[in-house]
């Protein structure tokens, strides 16, 4: 089992990294499931199965009984959301830092938004550090020395290169999403060539109803949404509504792309 999780409340990229994991994975010869909890109205499942609608995945709060449910339909899990997830055995522990905000203030709430304290990363068999283009290069250095005062794994960077089917280039656009790092999915926007006039930020995992999406669909102008908010929008945006942009995500390996490919192989092998 290989094990994707984080330290901190909020979004470091798990869902994209967990497509890049499984792909790996089958490259290499496996049969990989994922296992989740499932969150709310279960929008991370919903990208996952766009992406790789060939593996199976168990979604249940009880990971052992969704592994259970999934017997002889793979040959290896990915669990989804799992450093802290402890009744579970793992060969690999990959932990995920974002390095727009790093380390949740430096606490555990309500001073912060650690999960657990940093020296939890001595569990860790590989930390990435994600979203590593969206810093400048002392911001990133800072962040890889703290993250290796406490990590005795390898410790990469990535990033999350985005597309989209219609090139944003130049228009004034409303950004809307209720994921975890929205400030990131702003500068992801606007490495796409979009100005950010306005920003319509919700709580994450927030459940879009038919009021939300008439309210944003009122816009002027184009509304760019994530993949995660797109599978709740898109089934209810009005025909007649502004145009909905859907930016979908996936990780590139920068820095130590040659541990991450070492680590799949370890764990194949």
Not at 229 to 235: G, N, Q, R, T, Y
Request: contains cysteine; aromatic residues 6%.
């Amino acid at each position: 089992m290989v094990s994707v999780g984080n330290l901190t409340f909020g979004g470091t990229g798990k869902t994209p990294f967990v497509v890049h994991v499984c792909r790996a994975l089958i490259a290499r010869g496996k049969r990989p499931a994922i296992l989740s909890r499932g969150y709310g109205n279960n929008d991370e499942g919903r990208v996952l199965a766009r992406w790789l609608p060939d593996v199976p995945q168990g979604i249940n709060p009880d990971r052992f009984a969704g592994g259970q449910a999934l017997s002889g339909q793979a040959d290896c899990f990915v669990l989804d959301d799992g450093f802290q997830h402890m009744p579970l055995a793992r060969e690999l522990d990959v932990v995920l830092i974002d390095a727009t905000r790093p380390f949740g203030g430096g606490h555990c709430p309500p001073g912060g938004r650690l999960r657990e304290p940093l020296q939890a990363l001595e569990r860790a068999g590989l930390v990435v550090i994600t979203r590593a283009d969206l810093v400048s290069r002392d911001e990133l250095g800072a962040v890889m020395r703290k993250v290796r005062e406490y990590a005795i794994a390898p410790v990469a960077t990535g990033r999350f290169r985005p597309t989209v089917p219609t090139s944003l280039v130049g228009l004034d656009v409303t950004v809307a999403c209720g994921i975890g790092n929205p400030r990131a999915f702003v500068a992801t926007v606007e490495q796409l060539g979009a100005r950010v006039i306005d920003t319509r930020f919700f709580r994450d995992h927030h459940a879009f109803d038919a009021r939300d999406a008439r309210q944003l669909a009122a816009r002027a102008g184009p509304v760019v949404v994530t993949e995660k908010d797109a599978v709740k929008l898109e089934p209810i945006w009005p025909k007649d509504g502004a145009p909905l942009h859907v930016v979908r995500i996936e990780f590139e390996a920068m820095d130590g792309a040659a541990d991450i490919a070492a680590a799949w192989d370890t764990f194949c092998a």
